[in-house]
């Protein structure tokens, strides 16, 4: 994993919240780039549970922003953007008729390909369709990084969003960011709007302590620290992405 990019390590986050879930006595630490996770079961046996669970739309009437519930073995209800916390709503990527659920779902499909049951799943990029009907595409939350520069038309020569054309997305990031963000979230960097920061940390962990890591509480995350910008990625001012962090300036 590239810890610059937020998408990704919150998708670690994401990870290690459903092992944890499935098997309790799991912990996960960071270590040379990757997240390493312990006392849990099989990474392929874990991503087959997280892909075979039928995920629930809890509000039929809210297409574009209902909770979503991840059952049984995990029982994991994703609510966090349902908030009217100005600092937490700015981390809420999607907008307009961007439907959460159908984003999800689709990116929890696309993992279902043979390909992404290996340590490299968060590099793995395709384009996602929509399980009901295939032959649509799927656009992405735009949690990763890798999306974000190339999404405004000041950067490409024209904005991808406003002409509809689809790109390939890295699954597994979008779908366990949007995880991981339940529990863990980057702090807000004071009069800086929709600037972030979190922190990587090195010793086993639970998952119960991953916000006090992130938040760079820790001995062994206080200097781990990087920052990055919820960024607006289209003229409109509504849709927005996560940039590339870089490390937290030293206070």
């Not at 395709?126 to 399980?131: H, S």
């Not at 000041?154 to 960011?177: H, K, M, Q, Y």
Request: with cysteine; net charge positive; proline share 9%.
């Amino acid at each position: 994993m590239d810890v610059t990019n937020p998408g990704q390590f919150f998708a670690c986050c994401g990870l290690l919240e459903l092992a944890s879930r499935s098997t309790p006595e799991a912990v996960g630490w960071f270590e040379q780039n990757s997240l390493c996770v312990s006392r849990s079961q099989k990474l392929t046996e874990l991503l087959t549970a997280i892909t075979g669970v039928a995920l629930r739309q809890l509000d039929p009437n809210d297409t574009t922003a209902s909770p979503i519930l991840i059952p049984a073995p995990f029982d994991v209800r994703l609510d966090w953007w349902k908030t009217k916390d100005r600092t937490v709503s700015d981390l809420k990527v999607w907008a307009g008729t961007m439907e959460s659920f159908r984003i999800a779902r689709a990116m929890q499909n696309a993992m279902r390909a043979p390909d992404f049951a290996s340590e490299n799943l968060l590099n793995i990029g395709v384009v996602a369709f929509d399980p009901d009907d295939p032959k649509k595409k799927v656009e992405p939350f735009y949690f990763d990084a890798r999306r974000g520069p190339n999404a405004h038309s000041r950067d490409v020569g024209f904005a991808p969003n406003d002409l509809g054309v689809t790109t390939i997305a890295s699954p597994s990031v979008e779908f366990l960011c949007l995880v991981g963000l339940q529990r863990t979230k980057p702090l807000p960097v004071p009069k800086m709007p929709r600037v972030f920061d979190y922190h990587v940390w090195t010793g086993q962990l639970p998952a119960a302590l991953m916000p006090a890591a992130a938040a760079g509480i820790l001995p062994d995350s206080y200097g781990n620290g990087y920052r990055f910008e919820s960024w607006f990625r289209t003229g409109q001012r509504k849709h927005k992405a996560f940039l590339s962090a870089k490390p937290k300036p030293q206070s």
